[in-house]
Structure formats: C-alpha cells, structure tokens
DNA sequence: CATGAATGAGGGTTCATTCAT
DNA sequence: TATGAATGAACCCTCATTCAT
C-alpha cells in the first residue's frame, strides 16, 4: 500500500469521524507515521485530499447499489426491492466508515466545497430513484402492490432508506439486518396489493 | 434582546450551517456587533455556549412533542400516533435553524462534547419511545392495530421518524407536509389491523 | 475589616506565591467574594495596589527591625547583635507571606515597578547597617570581638542574615529557631575577641 | 548557533529577568529573529522550553560544582571547603544570567512547574550536601575542625553559601571575590580546631 | 518522495481596565 | 461602594502551507 493510499485511507476515517474542521492534517499523518508536509506531495491542499476521498467514496456508493440492483434481478418485485435495501446496507455495514463520510459529506459539506460536493451527488441518487419507480411501476401493474400514486410509493421507499440509513448509526449489524428485516416487512404490507 | 440572547441566537444558526469546529466564536460576535471576549461575560467558554444552545433545543423539541401528545390526547390511536408525528415537525419545520442544530448534535457531535450530548440525547428519546409505546399497545389492545410483536411495531414507527427527520432537509414546508401525510397513510395501512 | 483591607491582604499573599505577573486580579477578589472592579474603587490600578501593599511591608519590616534593635539596648553586645537577628526573624516568622513577599519584591521586581521599588529599599537597609556598625564597633573596642578590618565583620554579619533570610524558606518555625541559634554560635565564635 | 539553541540562550536571559509570567514567547522570538511559532517546532510548549533550559542550568550547576570539588582534592580540608565555594561561585560569576534564572527557578517556580522544578532540586543538592559533610567529617577526624554536632556545621556552611549566593546579586565580581575571601576567613575561625 | 524549519493567519482565552448604573 | 457589561491588547498555541534540502 504506497503512502499516498496510506493517507486517504486514514483521512477517510478521520474526516468521517471529525468531520473536515475537525480533522486537522497533522491527525492524518502521525496516524500514517509520516510528517504532514508529506500531504503535499500527493495533494495540492487539504481541499484536494477530501475531494479526492470523495470521489472514491461516491465511485464505490455508487457501483454498491448497481450492483444490488442487478443482483436482484430475478426475483419478485417484493423480492428486488428489499434487495436494494440489503444490498446497500451490507456494503454500508461493512465499510462503515465510509458510509458516515458520505453522509456526512452530504448533509453536512464543509463550507468551501459545499458546492462541488453537491453537484455531484444527483448523479447516483438519480440513477437509484429511476431503478425503484421502474420496480414500484412493475408491481402495481401485476397487481402485488396496491395502486396508488406512483410518487407517493416513492416517497415512502426513499423515507423508508433514509431512515434506515440513519439508524445503521445507532445498532451493531446482527441487530441492524434484523430489524432491517422486520422493518421492510411492515413496509411492504403497507404497499402490498390486497 | 439581551446581548446574551444574541449571542445565543446568532451562535445556534452558525453551529447549524458550520458547526461547532467550522465556526469561530468571530463570527459570531461579529455578526452580533461585539467583540469577541464579550462572550466570556455570559459563557465560560465556546463549549458551555455551545452546550447552552443545545440544552434550550433539547427543551424546546421535548415540549413541542409533548405538546403534540397532549393535544392529541382525545383522539384515535391512528390520530395521535400521526400527531406526534406532526406536531414534531410542524415545531421544526417552523423552527429551521434549531432543527438542523438539533441534528447535526446529534449525529455528529463534536468531539470534546461527544459524551454529554449522547447522554443528554437518551433522556428526551426515553420519554418519547415510552409514549410511543403506550400508544401502539393500546392500538393493539382495541384492534386498531395488528397483532405483531411491539418491538417491530416500535422499530418501525421510529424508523419512519428518522427518515421523515431527514427528508426534512430537502423538501421546503409545504411539499413536506404532503409527503408527512402521504407517508403516514402508508405506514398506517401497514400496521393497521385487519 | 473593610473591603480595601481585605483586598490588600489577600492581594499580599497572592503576590507572595504567584508574583506580579503571576497574580490576575480576578484571583485576588475571588477570594475577597467581589468583582474584579471593585478593585478600582480604592486602588488607580494594579501597580498601585501592589505599591499600596508594599509600602506597608516595608513599614513593617522597618518597625520590626529598630524594635529588635531597642529590645536588645541593655544586653552584651553579643546578646544585642544576636538579638537582631532573632527580632528580625521572630517577626519574619510569625509574617511568613509578608517576608516572602518582601524578598520577592526586592529579589525579583516586577518589570515596569523595578526603579520605584529599589529606591525604597536602601533606607530601611540603612538604618539596619548602621546599628550593626556600630555594635561592632563597640565590641571592638571593648574587646569581645576580635580587632579585624570593621568592613569584614559587617560584610561576615550581613552575609549571615542573607543566608538565615534564604533558610527560612526550607525549615519551619521550631527547626528554624534551633539552627538560628546554633549557626550563631558558630559565627559569632568566628569573630570573638580571644 | 542553531535556532534551537539561540531560543534556549535568549529565553534564558528573559526568564532571569522577567521570569516565566512575564516573559511572553515573542519577547524571546522577536530578539531572535523568528517568529512566535517557530518556538514549536522545537518545543512543546513555553513549559517545555523553560523546562529544557532549566535542565541545562542545572546540569551546569551541577558539573561546576562537581568539577570544584575535583580539582581541590589535594589540598587542605579548608581548601577544598573554601574550593566548593569558590569554585561554584566562579562559574555562577562568570555565568550572571544563568545564575539568576537558577535562583529565581529554586526560590519562586512557576507555580505550574513548581512540583517537577523541586524535584528536580532535591538530587543536585544532595550530591552536594553529601561532599561537604565528607570534608567536615575528615576535618573533624584529623583535628583541624572543632569537634561539634556535625549538623551544625553543615547547617552553619549550608548558610554562608546562602548568604554568598543572595550577596551575588548585590557587588560585581571583584567586589564579591574579595568578600567571599573575607567572610570565608571569618566563617572558618569559627569552626577551626583550637 | 519526504523532511525540518519557518510562517501568516487565526483561534480560544485571559486580563487589566473603563463606564454606566 | 460595588457591579455587570464590554473592550483592546496580548498571550499561548494550532494549522495549513511553503520551501530548501
């Protein structure tokens, strides 16, 4: 692992963890075993060295619910749409520390890379939306959701992921997958076409 | 408006937008036209303001919910479950600024407070799962609601407080009274008993 | 005990542990039980309550001094110029802040009071050199004290009392007492007439 | 002369003078050269510059008396008690500021360093302590000294070097020579076997 | 690629002092 | 006489950054 990869990836924790502010330079090196000038030789600032991480993280998150998309492919509507939530919650739970930074990072940016950082996270969120409104769509038209207005489905879908986003915060992972569970199963008899 | 109350004010919407490493007490007397020493007259350091802020938004959100409690008390089960619901958040949505303090404290703290605020947090949580779960067994009890384990019952009405509690950070007011409704309808079919 | 007279005692000790520049003024009336201005109700400023103190200090000493020196006018001149040592340091002992005070102030003057203090010391020192020359003059010549250059034995003497002056720093009061005494013996052997 | 060690020097002399409160960092930094932060790249923290600089003086303290004791072995017992005197108070002569930064550091430590200082104090004097009673041991043994409690000669020799230390400060080096001669002429009439 | 030295800017905090009350 | 509010100056220290090596 060279020392460049050294330093985001110990970045990575600490910005999640203390957020940029928070996160002097000088915390990310000694934790490397390195000075923190060396920062400079493979970042042109500290803004760079976060822009750099983000892009990772958005690049995994990304490919993360692609491919629980596709994995669920074959299954029943019900089926794939809990698989868009397990998916993207067992990479969450096992790389957790990234997801805090994504969260993080998209809730709460650091003042001067606000704007950047959020013109970039339209692009996977959309990619996600499109995906659950084609399997929201599918199920009312074979009858096993109830039919009510496609946005309204929607919106609970996405209100059902942020909070379960937000309690990964609170539980260990045995407890989170199975209140995950238990969860999604209230949800669907919630949709479910009677 | 004492000075003290200005710095207090100004400081909570900084330590929202900010937080509380990205936003130097400067700031805040510079927008409250005083110098910065002048907060050690009232506060023995940037912390105990900090913490000052956080005790009056840990009281104002009890009060509004209890308040939604209260008010409801007449009321069906399904009624005062969405009372709570919304009268949290018509607190909050009217209350911006104290919202995202509130969050923001509470999912990343910082650092040096960390271990106050968790357990400031537990008090005001405890009160409100304990009402919570007065409701949804007495919800069972006459039928209203289906008979599943309380837990799971539990797990997902505060699933759904956290993912409205975020969604609160994208749509504006009204949008998001619509949604809360929408939602609630969903969730309710869900649980309600058949 | 008025407010200024508690002042300017606790305002000695703390000037006696912690210096000029040590002592904030904030620590002195914290201990009165007033707020820091009240100081400016009887003193112009720090210097001058530091000034107002050490006027008396050196009153004092000055007292204690030429009070000694009277209590000891009808002994032998070995009984009078050892009793100059023990009323100056019975005093100093029972007034332990006060002596310290005194050495520190005139050891280690704060920077900007420097020339107002030093100018102050040598009359008290005076007076006390002259008492001395002139016990020893008299012992010369009546013969108890060894005929040696009159500069030597006063510089022997004052040698003696900076030495003691030093000590009461290390020892308490009884071991004090002891050691006073037995280094007198010692001296005074020295310089006896044989 | 590296930056590191003009820092020491120069912060040495502004502690003798001002001591540790009424020194600030740029004081030192600024009659170096540098600039205030410069001082922690090589210390960390004003307490650790003090405490680095108070190593050296005593270390030297030390050696200089060591070295004293050393190059009087051959002579007389009073040569080499005359020897530890002078042999000290050559080098504290020689070295005026660091001498002063050495008593102020004994007699008024900053009361944040004062526990480590003292400390630090006890083994230095010990060793010497430990040297002079040797020498009067030896004096008493082959009859130069008078045979009295061994204590209170060391008592009566701990409080002319006292003495001669607090004189330091009041004649210059040719003055202070003379008089050590003198007083020490006198202080070993007292305690020379008759 | 990495360091040690150094800096400019700024941060939180203290402190003596002022002033209206 | 004494206070509470407020300030200007200064202090110690941190941090991102630069630069010669």
């Known amino acids: 692992m060279t020392t460049r ?5 110990v970045a990575m924790t600490h910005f999640a963890k203390g957020g940029y502010e928070g996160t002097p330079l000088s915390a990310i090196t000694k934790e490397v075993g ?3 000038p060396a920062v400079y030789a493979f970042f042109g600032s500290k803004e760079e060295l976060f822009l750099s991480i983000f892009e990772d993280v958005l690049k995994n998150h990304y490919h993360s619910v692609k491919e629980a998309i596709e994995e669920a492919k074959s299954g029943t509507v019900e089926q794939r749409l809990y698989q868009i939530l397990r998916g993207a919650f067992t990479y969450h739970v096992s790389h957790e520390e990234e997801t805090i930074f994504y969260k993080r990072a998209m809730m709460f940016p650091p003042a001067p890379l606000e704007d950047k950082l959020k013109e970039r996270f339209g692009e996977t969120e959309g990619m996600l939306t499109g995906e659950i409104l084609t399997l929201l769509t599918e199920g009312i038209e074979t009858g096993v959701i109830d039919d009510r207005p496609i946005e309204d489905l929607l919106d609970g879908f996405l209100c059902l992921m942020d909070g379960l ?3 990964m915060f609170y539980y260990d992972e045995k407890k989170y997958e199975q209140k995950l569970h238990n969860i999604w199963k209230l949800f669907w008899s919630g949709i479910a076409g009677s």
Do not use: N
């Open 5 to 9: 990869d050294k330093i985001k990836a």
């Open 34 to 36: 390195v000075t923190t």
């Open 165 to 167: 986003f937000l309690q």
